[in-house]
Nanobody
Framework: QSQLVESGGGLVQPGGSLRLSCVAS????????IGWFRQAPGKEREEISC????????NYRDSVEGRFTMSRDNAKNTVHLQMSGLKPEDTAVYYC?????????????WGQGTQVTVSS
C-alpha cells in the first residue's frame, strides 16, 4: 500500500522551531514533486512549500519564506520541513503531498497530517 506518513508536529512557543518529516512507503519518491500544505481551523488548505524531484529547486509561500526550509533525501524516501521563527498564525495541520512528474493526477498521495500548535 502506497502512503505518506508525517511526523514531528507538536506544541511550540512563538519563536521556536520544529522539524516535520514525511516518509513514503510502498513507492519511491524519486520521480515525485513534493509539497507541504497546511490547513488552519476554518480556513482552506494552502500550499506553503514545494520541492522538485531532484531537490534542486524549492519554492515557498511568502508567509513562510526565510523561516521554513524544505529538503528531501530520496535515498531515505523522506522529505523534511524545517520550521523556525514560528508564529501563532503558523498553527495548523500540516500535510505532505507527492505528485508524480508525468502522472500527477493518477499518482498523487497525501499524508494524514500532523498538528502544529504555536502558543505561549
Amino acid at each position: 500500500q502506497s502512503q505518506l506518513v508525517e511526523s514531528g508536529g507538536g506544541l511550540v512557543q512563538p519563536g521556536g522551531s520544529l522539524r516535520l518529516s514525511c516518509v513514503a512507503s510502498g513507492f519511491t519518491l524519486d520521480n515525485y514533486a513534493i509539497g507541504w500544505f497546511r490547513q488552519a481551523p476554518g480556513k482552506e488548505r494552502e500550499e506553503i512549500s514545494c520541492i522538485s524531484s531532484t531537490g534542486g529547486s524549492t519554492n515557498y509561500r511568502d508567509s513562510v519564506e526565510g523561516r521554513f526550509t524544505m529538503s528531501r533525501d530520496n535515498a531515505k524516501n523522506t522529505v523534511h520541513l524545517q520550521m523556525s521563527g514560528l508564529k501563532p498564525e503558523d498553527t495548523a495541520v500540516y500535510y505532505c503531498n507527492a505528485a508524480h512528474l508525468f502522472q500527477p493526477a493518477a499518482r498523487n498521495y497525501w499524508g494524514q497530517g500532523t498538528q502544529v500548535t504555536v502558543s505561549s
